[in-house]
């Protein structure tokens, strides 16, 4: 039988300490310390997929509060993969998913994060963020030249945007999540740390596999050539955006069946910590279930009296 409290062992091994420099070097992307096998990987992810709808549905009756899981990571590292294998077993009518890609221009005529304010779960409901609005302090710090598009007072050219832009972005993330997690929003937020190794293992099943050829963009190899400037644009936004109420979790991506399951018992142990429950039925609603219940059963002994 599988030991199911190994389901619960992942948040400490991969948070964020608040305000903690990080450097990736320091963290593994082939976890060593498993304590199971693939195969009871396996099982107990079937178990927390399960026990995670359980919670969704005492989440989406409970109507108190909502929950953001946030999923940011290098090409390749599996995002689509957590969103399918992990969130699966929930219900869709309370789980809405959202990957952002370049801004519209409509998208650019607002502040940055006017796009994701818009999208947030409402109380009671799950949201994915399949990348996230940490594309603005990731993306946009490797390529500078996209600021510009953003027509922000006081960057007229890329030399304007120098370190102090970016702490006053990080802060603006900040407030942004703290002001959600007052009100009643529970953020988790995932980096799959995939190696540059294993990166490249699977963009070549993109080109040999026929199935996943429509996955694989040449634009992908033009930023994996900037693999050192990324790394430094997730550490910074790692390290300034870890709090609290809002957590990192790196997590080692290069076996997908461990990040799955690592990711499902830190989302299920995190829900756990709510104490959700079923709403509390008042002694006149039992008798109204009862009375229900009665002229329910009562329908077959009328429909046998008919039919004779």
Same mark, same amino acid.
């Given at each position: 039988?599988?030991?199911?409290?190994?389901?619960?062992?992942?948040?400490?091994?991969?948070?964020?300490?608040?305000?903690?420099?990080?450097?990736?070097?320091?963290?593994?992307? /082939?976890?060593? $310390?498993?304590?199971?096998?693939?195969?009871?990987?396996?099982?107990?992810?079937? !178990?927390?997929?399960?026990?995670?709808?359980?919670?969704?549905?005492?989440?989406?009756?409970?109507?108190?509060?909502?929950?953001?899981?946030?999923?940011?990571?290098?090409?390749?590292?599996?995002?689509?993969?957590?969103?399918?294998?992990?969130?699966?077993?929930?219900?869709?009518?309370?789980?809405?998913?959202?990957?952002?890609?370049?801004?519209?221009?409509?998208?650019?005529? $607002?502040?940055?994060?006017?796009?994701?304010?818009?999208?947030?779960?409402?109380?009671?409901?799950?949201?994915?963020?399949?990348?996230?609005?940490?594309?603005?302090?990731?993306?946009?710090?490797?390529?500078?030249?996209?600021?510009?598009?953003?027509?922000?007072?006081?960057?007229?050219?890329?030399?304007?945007?120098?370190?102090? @832009?970016?702490?006053?972005?990080?802060?603006?993330?900040?407030?942004?999540?703290?002001?959600?997690?007052?009100?009643?929003?529970?953020? !988790?937020?995932?980096?799959?740390?995939?190696?540059?190794?294993?990166?490249?293992?699977?963009?070549?099943?993109?080109?040999?596999?026929?199935?996943?050829?429509?996955? @694989?963009?040449?634009?992908?190899?033009?930023?994996?050539?900037?693999?050192?400037?990324?790394?430094?644009?997730?550490?910074?936004?790692?390290?300034?955006?870890?709090?609290?109420?809002?957590?990192? @979790?790196?997590?080692?991506?290069? /076996?997908?069946? @461990?990040?799955?399951?690592?990711?499902?018992?830190?989302?299920?142990?995190?829900?756990?910590?709510?104490?959700?429950?079923?709403?509390?039925?008042?002694?006149?609603?039992?008798?109204?279930?009862?009375?229900?219940?009665?002229?329910?059963?009562?329908?077959?002994?009328?429909?046998?009296?008919?039919?004779?």
């Amino acid at each position: 039988m599988t030991d199911t409290s190994k389901l619960l062992a992942y948040a400490k091994e991969f948070i964020v300490e608040e305000d903690k420099k990080i450097s990736l070097k320091d963290y593994d992307t /082939d976890y060593d $310390h498993k304590n199971l096998t693939k195969e009871e990987g396996e099982v107990l992810l079937k !178990l927390g997929v399960q026990k995670l709808s359980e919670l969704q549905d005492k989440l989406y009756v409970h109507n108190e509060y909502s929950i953001l899981i946030v999923i940011q990571a290098m090409d390749a590292a599996g995002k689509d993969s957590i969103v399918k294998h992990v969130l699966s077993g929930m219900n869709p009518q309370g789980v809405n998913v959202h990957s952002f890609k370049v801004p519209t221009q409509q998208e650019l005529e $607002h502040d940055f994060l006017w796009r994701h304010y818009i999208v947030l779960p409402a109380k009671g409901e799950v949201g994915i963020f399949n990348r996230s609005h940490y594309e603005n302090v990731l993306v946009t710090r490797v390529h500078p030249e996209y600021i510009l598009n953003e027509k922000l007072p006081g960057i007229n050219k890329v030399e304007d945007i120098d370190e102090s @832009f970016w702490e006053k972005r990080f802060k603006q993330i900040n407030r942004f999540e703290k002001t959600l997690a007052d009100t009643g929003t529970i953020i !988790l937020k995932f980096y799959l740390h995939v190696s540059k190794k294993e990166q490249k293992k699977r963009l070549l099943e993109r080109i040999d596999n026929p199935a996943k050829n429509w996955k @694989f963009s040449y634009g992908d190899l033009k930023e994996r050539a900037l693999w050192k400037e990324y790394r430094k644009a997730y550490e910074a936004m790692l390290g300034n955006t870890s709090k609290k109420y809002a957590p990192w @979790f790196i997590v080692p991506a290069d /076996d997908k069946w @461990f990040t799955r399951l690592a990711i499902a018992g830190i989302i299920y142990q995190e829900m756990e910590k709510l104490n959700l429950s079923y709403p509390a039925v008042s002694k006149d609603q039992k008798a109204v279930l009862a009375k229900a219940k009665e002229e329910l059963l009562s329908e077959d002994s009328k429909e046998n009296h008919n039919a004779e």
